[in-house]
């Protein structure tokens, strides 16, 4: 279904510390999945990347798990700081190439 | 290397009035995509285009038409604009790459008021 809630969900992280933003998604057949970071009056910009035949990548300082048992995918950042506070989305590739995107999840920073 | 640009970044516009969103791609990717984004929510799908020459209608398109200009320009036009169309715009390009799907890059918006 749709979301229709005005507030994303948020997490709170002390600066040095690891996050894991987690994400849900819909479709079963969907074989590729990217998380974006968008921060404030700006664009999504891609963090990574990971296709449905592996469970884990890592790029600098970052983490994806992909769970296609439970369709659900996490990403993980290594010693959090304050320039990583934004808003993070999944987003599933569906057919006809088309991305599905999370509703977000906003994460914030404390020095 | 500008990748995505749109313009205008900022617009106001009265209900009932037209405008057409540009957007333009220098990466020579051959699909680019429309998107709209809500305060709290993800990005949602109006029309996309896989190729140059064709173009198809997305998660929310009614309100909006399109035009592939040729392989770097996709426009979005807003024929009678109404206050439910009040929302940040983001064009998107992305391509295939030895038959594998890569990310889409984003411009920066364009933020949009209808009064």
């Known amino acids: 279904g749709e979301n229709v809630g005005l507030h994303l969900p948020t997490l709170s992280v002390q600066e040095g510390d690891n996050s894991i933003i987690n994400c849900a998604y819909s479709?079963?057949?969907?074989?590729?999945f990217i998380w974006y970071k968008q921060e404030s009056g700006k664009g999504p910009q891609f963090i990574i990347d990971i296709r449905s035949n592996m469970d884990k990548r890592q790029g600098q300082r970052v983490t994806v798990l992909l769970n296609k048992t439970v369709k659900h995918l996490s990403l993980q950042i290594a010693a959090t700081q304050p320039g990583d506070s934004a808003v993070y989305f999944c987003?599933?590739?569906?057919?006809?190439?088309?991305?599905?995107f999370g509703q977000g999840t906003e994460l914030s920073v404390k020095p | 290397n500008a990748g995505v640009t749109q313009t205008p970044k900022f617009q106001v516009l009265k209900t009932g009035q037209s405008m057409t969103l540009q957007c333009a791609q220098d990466?020579?990717?051959?699909?680019m995509y429309w998107y709209r984004q809500d305060p709290g929510m993800g990005l949602r799908l109006i029309y996309y285009?896989?190729?140059?020459?064709?173009?198809d209608k997305g998660e929310v398109p009614n309100g909006y038409n399109v035009s592939r200009l040729n392989k770097r320009e996709f426009s979005l036009r807003l024929e009678s604009a109404a206050p439910s169309q009040t929302s940040v715009y983001f064009c998107a390009s992305s391509d295939i790459q030895g038959g594998f799907s890569q990310p889409q890059h984003f411009g920066d918006g364009t933020r949009l008021s209808i009064l």
């Open positions: 285009s896989a190729s140059e020459g064709t173009t």
């Open positions: 990466m020579n990717h051959n699909s």
């Open positions: 479709n079963s057949a969907s074989d590729y």
């Open positions: 987003a599933e590739k569906v057919q006809g190439g088309k991305l599905i």
